[in-house]
């Protein structure tokens, strides 16, 4: 198999990039891999978006880790509110409506909270994923929050 020339990609490559050089300690003392990696609990990400300065690599990771978690919390927060909306309109019509009704209603309320415990494990995924990236020295972008990221960083 031949290899790409330099500075194109073949098909089928990852779509994380390699960081920028900046590898070494970063301005807190950590290695820039670690700093990042470990940026995506959601607090150790904002102190270190506040402390860090000047490696932008650890920046970034802080960044989207801030930005996946207000995200994170927003999904679960109106999951929350759509499964509560839904239990008390089911237990109106089960209670106005007979048994029928209220009993194919609550089937449908059973797969809303379902999705309330089957959301948080693929977002916790993709968070984990991420970290796993960062420690690996990728820049590794999701969807839409990776790019917003990549704009505040290089304010």
């Known amino acids: 198999m031949q290899n790409p020339p330099p500075g194109q990609e073949s098909y089928g490559t990852p779509t994380a990039t390699p960081a920028p050089p900046q590898g070494?300690?970063?301005?807190?003392?950590?290695?820039?891999?670690?700093?990042?990696?470990?940026?995506?609990?959601?607090?150790?990400?904002?102190?270190?978006?506040?402390?860090?300065?000047?490696?932008?690599?650890?920046?970034?990771?802080?960044?989207?880790?801030?930005?996946y978690g207000v995200c994170w919390s927003v999904i679960m927060i109106a999951l929350i509110f759509v499964g509560m909306i839904f239990t008390f309109v089911g237990a109106a019509i089960a209670g106005t409506a007979g048994n029928g009704a209220g009993s194919l209603f609550g089937i449908f309320i059973s797969l809303v909270w379902?999705?309330?415990?089957?959301?948080?494990?693929?977002?916790?995924?993709?968070?984990?994923?991420?970290?796993?990236?960062?420690?690996?020295?990728?820049?590794?972008?999701?969807?839409?929050?990776?790019?917003?990221?990549?704009?505040?960083?290089?304010?």
């Open 24 to 67: 070494g300690k970063t301005s807190t003392g950590l290695e820039a891999n670690i700093a990042a990696a470990i940026s995506y609990i959601w607090v150790v990400g904002l102190i270190f978006f506040f402390l860090e300065k000047d490696n932008r690599f650890v920046r970034f990771h802080a960044m989207q880790s801030i930005l």
């Open 114 to 155: 379902l999705l309330v415990w089957i959301v948080p494990f693929g977002l916790f995924v993709g968070l984990i994923l991420s970290a796993v990236k960062a420690y690996q020295g990728l820049i590794f972008k999701l969807p839409i929050i990776g790019n917003m990221a990549e704009k505040i960083v290089s304010k």
